[in-house]
């Protein structure tokens, strides 16, 4: 299996992103979705409608109910929101929206709370587990286990309002 991670988001932080800094305890107000090196281009608005149409043309395959009758995983640990292009046994992806209530921040960390990196490979599981359990001769209520990955590398924190954006390919 072959697995890639997205952000949607980019990220603030530079390549030393999970080295903290003297300023790891402060908190930026602007967007992270439209920052920009540039301080004139940073202080321009946007405004809703213009963030809503980045997005229009994205359609829902799978919802989370549908997701609800393919895996067996509930919450806390159910983590693919929707799956927005699907290949029947080939390919998926998927969506994870990151919030701030989410158990694991509470520990990870209080002041900086990162999304683990073994919840983002379990997102990505969860994923292949969309893909696997509707090909030709998987049992209905079957239950997919994740053995492995090879290659998984990091270059920024996922943190609380970001959008994980994932892709799978078997």
């Known amino acids: 299996m072959k697995f890639a ?5 980019v990220l603030a932080s530079s390549a030393s992103a999970f080295v903290v800094s003297p300023n790891a305890g402060a908190r930026s107000t602007g967007s992270r979705l439209f920052e ?7 202080s321009s608005y946007v ?12 359609k ?4 989370s109910e549908d997701i609800d009758k393919i895996l067996p995983h509930r919450y806390p640990f159910a ?13 998926a ?3 994870k929206t990151v919030t701030k209530n989410e158990p694991h921040f509470n520990g990870h960390f209080p002041d ?11 997102a990505l599981a969860q994923l292949a587990g969309i893909i696997c359990l509707q090909m030709e001769g998987a049992e209905p209520g079957s239950v997919f286990f994740f053995a492995g990955v090879d290659g998984v590398k990091w270059k920024k924190p ?4 970001d959008v994980l954006v994932m892709e799978v390919e078997i």
């Not at 991670?5 to 988001?9: D, K, T």
């Not at 983590?79 to 080939?90: N, P, S």
């Open 36 to 42: 920009s090196e540039d301080e004139e281009e940073s």
């Open 112 to 122: 900086r709370p990162i999304m683990p990196g073994v919840m983002q490979v379990e």
């Open 93 to 95: 992806v998927g969506i």
């Open 5 to 9: 991670l997205l952000l949607s988001a």
């Open 47 to 58: 405004g809703a409608k213009d963030i809503s149409a980045l997005t229009q043309g994205v």
């Open 79 to 91: 983590l693919v929101d929707k799956v927005i292009e699907y290949e029947a046994g080939k390919r």
């Open 60 to 63: 829902t395959v799978f919802s």
């Open 158 to 161: 996922v943190i609380p309002g």
